[in-house]
């Protein structure tokens, strides 16, 4: 038995341990941790009250520790009991007033301690021996103080969640903004090109004409230099797409997307970057891959994964591009042989600005704008990578 100075160090030593984190969870498991080592309870937890419009409040579980691995199943009967008598107004105004005991087994008991306007607390003992102390110990004062920390603590939570999204909205925002800016100079460097494109065209066809009429045996070499401008004039024409696809400002999610004439002509757009180092080899469905979306958007999400895929191959490598359908999904792989990713990264390289790049070289939001694009498809985006050997991007959309 606990006398009157122990029982105040105690409650201080607990009051401690309530203010030590601003983190839920964190702050509850030190918490309970001091509350069982002291006063000898084996398991320990705490439920969230969620008081939904119209009906009775339920309980949600935010954690259980059981202290020093003990386990005793006869608890899950109790703490069932407990939450189906929650429901019950009456129940809750009785352990507004004084802890619930509820008898399990002999010698097994559970106590059930209010938090006001949060929850309650509970507690597993295996004896009658310290009862008392546990009752004198955790007051209604210091299980207010308990509940007003974890309120506290949840407000914080969601405050860091909000300033998360509020920093990641901005970012998108500055991102659409920089997209909206290239979207225009691609459409003007688009338009001004074609004008000595047509000039081009008219020549070629001009000279084709000249020949056939003027020279219709004309030389192998003839031919060959015709054939090299024919090819340069469209190699500029398919550019030219290219730079048109990707600059369409159109904010419709009802457009039809060829996937594989964007993958085609997000490869056009990166041609140059890949520098001779990078085999592409494209496994494509021979039937055309459709779905309804947005073509612009969908060009960037396919140039954000390729240049991924580019920048992981360090030196000489290669890049798969498989298409497949299996209805009523089209699925899209992009597989490359490059660095891969450590397994420990894998969940995080959606997450805004999280980047393993070095300082300078990215900001980390590449890939999480292409999973908010893919999901805005109501599409999945996952990834499958072993670091050292590659990784596979998987985009699943339906047709």
């Known amino acids: 038995m606990l006398n009157k100075d122990e029982i105040v160090n105690l409650q201080y030593e607990i009051a401690m341990a309530i203010g030590s984190s601003l983190v839920l969870k964190r702050m509850l498991r030190e918490c309970l941790s001091t509350i069982q ?5 084996p398991i320990g937890g705490v439920f969230y009250a969620i008081h939904s419009c119209g009906d009775k409040p339920a309980l949600k579980h935010l954690l259980s520790i059981p202290l020093n691995g003990h386990t005793f199943p006869v608890i899950n009967d109790g703490i069932d009991s407990v939450q189906e008598k929650y429901s019950d107004a009456e129940f809750r105004q009785q352990l507004k007033i004084k802890p619930y005991h509820l008898k399990l087994e002999s010698k097994h008991s559970l106590l059930v301690y209010n938090l006001p306007d949060f929850g309650i607390l509970y507690l597993y003992k ?5 009862m008392e102390d546990i009752t004198r110990t955790l007051s209604p004062m210091l299980m207010k103080k308990l509940a007003v920390s974890c309120k506290a603590c949840m407000q914080n939570q969601m405050l860091e969640q909000t300033y998360a999204e509020l920093k990641n909205t901005q970012s998108q925002l ?3 903004e920089k997209m909206a800016s290239l979207g225009i100079l691609t459409a003007g460097v688009a338009h001004e090109i074609n004008n000595p494109l047509n000039y081009l065209k008219g020549t070629l066809y001009g000279l084709k004409n000249y020949f056939e009429e003027n020279c219709p045996k004309e030389s192998d070499t003839v031919t060959l230099l015709l054939d ?3 090819c340069g004039i469209n190699r500029i024409t398919d550019i030219v797409k290219g730079l048109n696809q990707f600059g369409r400002d159109n904010s419709s999610y009802d457009e039809s997307c060829n996937i594989h004439h964007i993958i085609d002509n997000c490869l056009v757009m990166l041609q140059y970057q890949f520098n001779n180092k990078i085999e592409i080899e494209k496994n494509y469905v021979p039937k055309e891959l459709i779905i309804k979306g947005n073509v612009g958007k969908m060009h960037q999400a396919f140039l954000n994964l390729l240049i991924n895929s580019m920048q992981a191959i360090t030196h000489k490598g290669k890049i798969i591009i498989t ?8 699925i899209i792989k992009i597989s490359d042989n490059g660095c891969g990713i450590h397994a420990d990264n894998l969940h995080k390289i959606t997450d805004p600005f999280f980047s393993t790049k070095p300082p300078g070289k990215g900001v980390g939001l590449g890939l999480s704008i292409t999973y908010t694009i893919i999901q805005k498809h109501n599409g999945l985006l996952e990834f499958d990578s072993v670091e050292n050997k590659g990784t ?7 047709l």
């Open 37 to 41: 080592r002291r006063l000898n309870c």
């Open 126 to 130: 295996a004896d009658q021996f310290f």
């Open 174 to 176: 500055v991102q659409s």
């Open 228 to 230: 090299s401008l024919k």
């Open 323 to 330: 298409t497949n359908i299996v209805q009523p999904y089209a």
């Open 392 to 398: 596979t991007a998987i985009i699943k959309i339906k």
